[in-house]
């Protein structure tokens, strides 16, 4: 770890360094049972070629991200909620076609501990269901990290309050929602571009398909580690305690926004937690009806 440190114009000697230097020191980390850990640079070998995913590639190892427009503001916001007056939400502006933005400092510390150590002794390997909604488990190999689904009881316990904060600066509700999933990423985690949206036909159906998205940074990340928008060239910064926030599907109709494409960008250091959030299109005041579209 005290190898790499990854800044400026010393990128590709770092990488190289690191390449150089991996066996040994995934011997050593297996021995100490600190970390489950991935070759970093095969997974980068692995994007070559692979479609969007050049973009994905250099947008992680370069950092090249958005320009910012006039249409591109932070302000406070409220919502027209009098209660957020005194407290209003940090709303920073990311993009408009999809809509993304950054709500700061939404999470607390005393939450993240608790959401930590309710997820700790419980994280399971990255893990997907068939597409066919049948109970198979299928090998991830898409992501690489550690998963934990908050159960239901634990949802009513600890989570009222942080849905009712959601529904606040999201104007979307919570009661269809999926239960929260906390992610942690350790060296080499990673989770290649992919949609959060649901295709017809999968277990979810009868609420329809992630029409919101809302990641929580549980932690800070010194390097890398972003959430990256391939399609748009846009890299969303790690900020401990922010919500990443982001239409799936286009507002008017239901269709799925292409350029919402996304994943993680692998860990070269240190340790990242999320947790996220998707809304569903059913109990929202939309425009369609999302069962006949």
Not at 13 to 22: A, D, I
Not at 66 to 86: A, D, E, V
Not at 169 to 194: D, M, R
């Amino acid at each position: 770890m005290n190898l790499i440190i990854l800044s400026g114009p010393n990128y590709q000697e770092y990488t190289e360094k690191f390449e150089r230097y991996y066996r040994l020191m995934k011997n050593e980390l297996f021995e100490l049972e600190k970390e489950s850990t991935t070759d970093i640079m095969e997974v980068y070998e692995y994007l070559i070629g692979h479609e969007y995913t050049n973009d994905f590639r250099n947008l992680c190892k370069h950092g090249v991200s958005r320009t910012l427009t006039k249409y591109s503001k932070c302000r406070y916001q409220t919502n027209n909620l009098f209660y957020r007056i005194l407290m209003p939400f940090k709303e920073e502006d990311i993009n408009s076609e999809p809509l993304i933005k950054i709500y700061h400092d939404v999470l607390y510390d005393d939450e993240i501990l608790k959401i930590k150590t309710l997820a700790l002794e419980n994280m399971n390997d990255a893990h997907v269901k068939s597409v066919d909604g049948k109970d198979d488990v299928l090998e991830e190999k898409t992501r690489s990290g550690q998963v934990y689904w908050i159960s239901e009881v634990d949802a009513v316990e600890y989570f009222d309050a942080l849905n009712t904060r959601i529904e606040s600066f999201t104007g979307f509700s919570t009661k269809t929602a999926e239960q929260y999933q906390i992610v942690n990423y350790g060296l080499g985690g990673h989770y290649l571009p992919h949609h959060d949206s649901f295709a017809k036909g999968t277990e979810n159906v009868e609420f329809g398909n992630r029409l919101v998205t809302v990641l929580f940074y549980l932690t800070d990340v010194q390097n890398d580690g972003y959430t990256s928008f391939p399609l748009l060239n846009i890299n969303a910064p790690v900020d401990k305690g922010a919500a990443l926030v982001w239409n799936n599907l286009h507002m008017s109709n239901g269709q799925l926004f292409y350029e919402s494409l996304h994943g993680s960008c692998p860990l070269l250091k240190g340790n990242k937690w999320i947790m996220t959030k998707w809304l569903y299109e059913e109990g929202q005041h939309l425009p369609y009806n999302w069962k006949n579209k």
